[in-house]
């Protein structure tokens, strides 16, 4: 059971997630990662397994997404959103790439507040 949700800690949460889909959107795959905290112990979960590290979930993102073609246009639908603590926010969601062969999927993201920065500490997206 979470504790009541500080809108202002989700508004942060969500404009960080809003400057993504505009880093993608400009092909920026590093401005992308910017929310992403900057350590090996990043966990990204994909349909391609487990990546840990900041450098490797990059990486693993520019093989996937090697030109602006293949990234499509990135958008995100909110579907559940939760303080679990002052510390962690969990959010949960659909992403969806309009492009040529559009796709999409589903993600659920764990938010950590660090030194006041809120920083994606583990990505699940499928």
């Known amino acids: 059971m979470g504790v009541s949700l ?3 800690e989700l508004t942060k949460v969500l404009d960080l997630m809003k400057a ?6 400009a092909g920026d795959l590093e401005g992308f990662m910017i929310p ?20 490797n ?27 679990l ?4 926010i969990y959010v949960m969601g ?13 993600f659920t993201l764990i938010w950590k507040k660090r030194k006041g920065l809120w920083k994606i500490v583990s990505d699940h997206s499928s």
């Open 36 to 55: 992403y905290e900057n350590s090996d112990s990043l966990m990204f979960v994909g349909s391609k397994g487990i990546t840990y590290g900041w450098n």
């Open 85 to 88: 603590s002052p510390e962690y």
């Open 6 to 8: 500080n809108a202002q």
């Open 20 to 25: 993504q889909e505009q880093a993608w959107n």
């Open 94 to 106: 659909k992403w969806s790439l309009k492009k040529e062969k559009a796709a999409s999927g589903h």
């Open 57 to 83: 979930t990059l990486q693993r993102y520019k093989t996937s997404y090697p030109d602006k073609a293949s990234m499509g246009e990135l958008s995100f639908t909110i579907i559940k959103a939760e303080q």
